[in-house]
């Protein structure tokens, strides 16, 4: 059955991608039938590297101007719309400032927090928090001492073998690794695939026949980090992934049109948890090294450790839905008077970021601050001064081995720049992604990843864990994956005849068996 399976399998590499670069209004118009008369191109794999191709910050590129067509575009976004781009902008500076305010007051207890054997029954308080912070701590989602040794398994993984890449090179600890035995398990784990379905949940779609079922999570393969006290190399500053011009362009999140309300100066309209708009945007037209091409509705991480702020851990910026509007309206604004010298370490005094200090470019420029083709969206002070990162970005709470962090896609965060604690920062990246068709046909070519022991297809090629001692196979995941799991890991058929699936939800399950080789 599998081999059948396979075979199909390899001739089911759908996913359409538009030409790279700018598409114009008759070409986006031709989007819809383009997708059913044109063959679908075959991904190839990237060429080899480590986490640091994700990041301007990190490879030490050169940040080259972007094209003047990105011009023609902030022209085209702002259109007949600026009196009510400027009116909007002017709210949410002042919205920003509340927000800010209160966040540095709660700091880390602003993030909220729920024990797993809880969510079936969640507190209404958690839930609002959840929702109104999009970055939440689930506590025991895997028992303490399985969640340890998945470290010390994968630590005796990498001595088995020793030519494993990792970043930095002079002292790995972020590893190329995607298949080591303990995070296939992690990933299979039943209480980890409830957790992710809970999360899932808190997203809907105006669209009861939109394909996308958020009951059921598809694993997607990623990285671990398992970082030495005193470590200051992996210093990942605010950024956001899932793209970056993408964000603006008509064909990358303006497919669905996910930040129409934001760019029409509506943003207290903009609904960060509805998912059908999202099913058509393309989040990695540039196809970087470490650019994510599935639909991630939480990305997360599943704690190997015992970690507290300060000790190599991660950073959110519970402003949520305001600080994504701010990154996307930044681009048509400029200062009316720059900050003086002493304002320009900090970019943060009443008068340098008061609403009457700013109005629109003078002339649209081809610039997006802190977004580059083929790299995740970075922030900093300079660029983005409103969002007051010193004070908005906040540690998560001291976590425990087995608790899981999430945070929703559209959350800025960062990494301790130090490590100063005494004992190992660990953690698996593990996010909560939904079935959808685009996903199904990413999974697809994963589970073939799986099977040779190469990378993932969203992350940097090579041949990976392919002559890895030790790699787990198909057989060994069926020893302790359930049917949930089996089916996260593509190597189950859906159940087209589940009770309760909305006709979406069923048109989605018929959809991901022919795409995954079941029927």
């Keep these: 059955m ?41 991904h190839l794999p990237k060429k080899e590297g480590d986490i640091s191709s994700v990041f301007v910050s990190l490879s030490s590129g050169e940040v080259q101007p972007l094209p003047h067509r990105f011009a023609d575009l902030k022209s085209h976004l702002l259109g007949g719309n ?64 399985e969640a340890r040794r998945y470290k010390e398994e994968v630590e005796d993984y990498v001595k088995l073998n020793p030519w494993t890449k990792a970043f930095p090179q002079n002292d790995p600890q972020v590893f190329e690794l995607y298949w080591s035995p303990s995070q296939v398990r992690a990933r299979a784990q039943p209480n980890l695939i409830e957790a992710q379905r809970y999360l899932l949940s808190f997203w809907h779609s ?32 605010p950024h956001i992934d899932g793209g970056s011009v993408e964000r603006w362009e008509p064909n990358g999140y303006g497919r669905g049109k996910v930040y129409e309300k934001i760019l029409q100066g509506r943003w207290e309209e903009y609904d960060p948890w509805e998912s059908s708009c999202r099913l058509a945007a393309v989040s990695d037209l540039y196809e970087g090294a ?9 990305q997360g991480w599943l704690s190997m450790s015992t970690t507290a702020p300060n000790e190599g851990t991660l950073l959110v910026n519970p402003l949520f839905s305001l600080s994504i509007s701010y990154v996307l309206l930044r681009p048509f604004f400029a200062p009316r008077s720059p900050p003086t010298q002493s304002e320009s370490a900090v970019s943060s005094t009443d008068s340098f970021l008061s609403p009457e200090n700013w109005t629109f470019e003078s002339q649209p420029s081809s610039l997006f601050q802190g977004a580059h083709p083929g790299h995740s969206q970075e922030l900093n002070a300079a660029l983005h001064p409103h969002l007051e990162l010193a004070k908005s970005m906040v540690h998560v709470p001291k976590v425990e081995p087995g608790d899981y962090v999430v945070w929703h896609c559209d959350t800025i965060h960062a990494v301790d720049k130090v490590h100063n604690g005494k004992l190992d920062s660990s953690v698996m990246y593990i996010p909560a992604c939904p079935l959808t068709e685009s996903n199904a046909e990413y999974l697809s070519r994963q ?21 890895h001692t030790g790699r787990p196979s198909v057989d060994e995941l069926k020893k302790y994956a359930d049917a949930a799991g089996l089916r996260a890991f593509g190597f189950k058929e859906f159940d087209v005849a589940e009770p ?20």
């Excluded at 919205?95 to 909220?112: D, F, Q, T, W, Y």
């Design 2 to 42: 599998m081999q059948k399976t396979l075979s199909k399998c390899s001739i089911s590499l759908r996913n359409v991608r538009p030409p790279r670069g700018g598409l114009n209004t008759p070409t986006l118009r031709c989007i819809a039938t383009q997708a059913e008369q044109t063959p679908k191109p075959v």
């Design 82 to 145: 600026a009196d009510q781009l400027k009116q909007s902008w002017d709210r949410l500076l002042k919205a920003l400032r509340r927000e800010i305010k209160e966040i540095a007051e709660l700091g880390s207890n602003v993030i909220p927090e729920i024990d797993y054997r809880n969510i079936k029954n969640a507190p209404q308080s958690f839930e609002t928090a959840l929702r109104k912070r999009g970055v939440a701590v689930i506590r025991g989602v895997i028992p303490r001492d």
């Design 206 to 237: 105006n669209d009861p026949e939109a394909m996308i079922s958020s009951v059921h999570p598809l694993s997607y393969a990623d990285r671990l980090r398992i970082r030495h006290p005193g470590d200051a190399g992996f210093a990942l500053g």
């Design 290 to 298: 470490g650019a994510c091409s599935m639909f991630r509705m939480f």
């Design 447 to 467: 589970r073939d990843n799986f099977l040779r022991g190469t990378p993932a297809p969203d992350f940097p090629g090579g041949k990976g864990e392919s002559e």
């Design 500 to 519: 309760g699936l909305a006709v979406g939800q069923k048109k989605m399950l018929h959809r991901a068996n022919g795409i995954l080789g079941f029927e």
